[in-house]
């Protein structure tokens, strides 16, 4: 898979920011392979998982009603397997 043509990053914070520096990985943009191998990854995301979740584009909500630890613990094992 070739990798993202002349495509540069850097962080800010607070107006300090750092250098530019070269990508060297990602799915190449503009083509059909993007969103085709974002599906391929998600498409277990939700495995194992026992609470609700619901996936929308690239937003993933993973939640439960809280009624007992029992609940809070069963939550928590889904976003720790998640």
């Known amino acids: 898979m070739a990798t993202p043509k002349n495509s540069t990053q850097r962080l ?6 750092s250098d530019w520096i ?6 190449p943009q ?3 392979w993007g969103p085709v191998l974002f599906l391929i990854f998600i498409q277990d995301l939700d495995s194992g998982i026992r609470c609700w979740i619901l996936k929308f584009a ?3 909500k993973i939640f439960n009603r ?4 029992a609940d809070v613990e069963r939550l928590q094992q889904d976003l720790d397997t998640l």
């Open 12 to 17: 800010t914070i607070k107006d300090v920011s």
């Open 58 to 60: 690239d937003d993933t």
């Open 30 to 32: 503009e083509s059909v």
């Open 22 to 27: 070269d990508i060297l990985s990602g799915v």
């Open 66 to 69: 809280v009624n007992s630890t």
